[in-house]
């Protein structure tokens, strides 16, 4: 009996003593992705703040909220009142501010290799412009205002020329970013 107890209870010390086992592959997928690059400077420019701005910019001379008939059988036509009208401009005015977060996430390069200039203070600026432009769209959209977003239009493309001119648009080589 004494022998059958020592072996249970060395059977206990060795299981407990085991090395931990490894955590389900949920648990750790369920932490969420890791804030990296996937695509370079101008792909994340031309991909959402462009489409989103061209939205914006529209409401100068179309109304969102004016009725549209979806001609044709294109996605867009088809899913026009879905996420269309000012659903469209308010969405088109976080993805501005969201823009803002991720290009400032460390990694990510230039379309010419370089490695965007997080730690220049014109592109901090500029990166906390396109959030404010954003929230200011995103205001003027929800309150369905077109005189204001005809002036939020200009806040919109200032904040986008702050980067341009520095980064995008400048002659010297050595200080393009795009």
Request: hydrophobic share 40%; charged share 20%.
């Given at each position: 009996?004494r022998?059958?107890?020592?072996?249970v209870?060395?059977?206990?010390?060795?299981?407990?003593?085991?090395?931990?086992?490894q955590?389900p592959?949920?648990?750790?997928?369920s932490a969420g992705?890791?804030?990296k690059?996937?695509?370079?400077?101008?792909?994340?420019?031309?991909?959402?703040?462009?489409p989103?701005?061209?939205l914006?910019f529209?409401?100068q001379?179309?109304d969102?909220?004016?009725?549209k008939?979806?001609?044709?059988a294109?996605?867009t036509?088809?899913?026009?009142?879905?996420?269309?009208?000012w659903?469209a401009?308010?969405?088109?005015?976080?993805?501005?501010?969201?823009?803002a977060?991720?290009?400032?996430?460390?990694?990510?390069?230039?379309?010419?290799?370089?490695?965007?200039?997080l730690?220049?203070?014109?592109?901090k600026?500029?990166?906390q412009?396109?959030?404010?432009a954003?929230?200011?769209?995103?205001k003027?959209?929800?309150?369905?205002?077109?005189?204001a977003?005809?002036?939020?239009s200009g806040?919109?493309?200032?904040a986008c020329?702050?980067?341009h001119?520095?980064?995008?648009?400048?002659?010297?080589e050595?200080?393009?970013?795009?």
């Amino acid at each position: 009996m004494r022998k059958m107890v020592l072996v249970v209870l060395g059977s206990v010390f060795a299981i407990g003593c085991a090395a931990p086992s490894q955590p389900p592959a949920e648990s750790a997928a369920s932490a969420g992705p890791t804030p990296k690059p996937y695509g370079n400077l101008a792909q994340v420019m031309q991909g959402i703040p462009f489409p989103a701005s061209n939205l914006i910019f529209d409401t100068q001379s179309s109304d969102p909220g004016a009725a549209k008939t979806a001609d044709g059988a294109n996605a867009t036509a088809q899913y026009s009142g879905v996420y269309g009208g000012w659903t469209a401009v308010e969405n088109a005015a976080l993805a501005l501010s969201e823009t803002a977060n991720l290009i400032m996430i460390p990694g990510r390069l230039c379309k010419n290799g370089r490695p965007v200039p997080l730690d220049q203070d014109v592109f901090k600026k500029a990166a906390q412009g396109l959030a404010d432009a954003g929230q200011a769209a995103l205001k003027a959209a929800q309150a369905k205002n077109l005189d204001a977003m005809v002036e939020v239009s200009g806040t919109v493309s200032d904040a986008c020329a702050a980067c341009h001119e520095k980064y995008r648009d400048t002659p010297d080589e050595k200080d393009r970013c795009m």
